[in-house]
């Protein structure tokens, strides 16, 4: 019997892949901030929020939940954008399957931000009320 294990990559080489998989990453990063208009929507809802959370002197529970949250709204956005170049290269003609796949990643993005927004609510909600409205 002969040893049928791969051999390892060497460190140098596993060291090279972990840095071309973040240029990978930082450059969908890039494309959707290019290219997507409602990824700029999503970057002014974080800033705002953040930007409120620090006002308002969030807990670190629920700087979690919103970070959480805000997290669940940008990876539906990546997915539906990847989702959508996928389809578009495997149907470049319309089809009503390809209208499906898209229509249902656009509903994912949809129910995230519906999500957030009342996630947002309840936490930003009460502190911003009482924070106004103290008397």
Known sequence: MTNTK??????????????AS??????????????QRNAWIHAAATVCVMALGLWLSLSRIEWAILALTIGLVWMAEFINTALEAVVDLASPDIHPLAKVGKDVGAAAVLVAAFTSVIVGLLILGPALWARLFAH
């Open 6 to 19: 791969p051999t390892e990559p060497s460190a140098r080489w596993q060291s090279k892949s972990r840095l």
């Open 22 to 35: 973040f240029r990978y990453a930082f450059s969908g990063l890039w494309y959707m901030l290019r290219t």
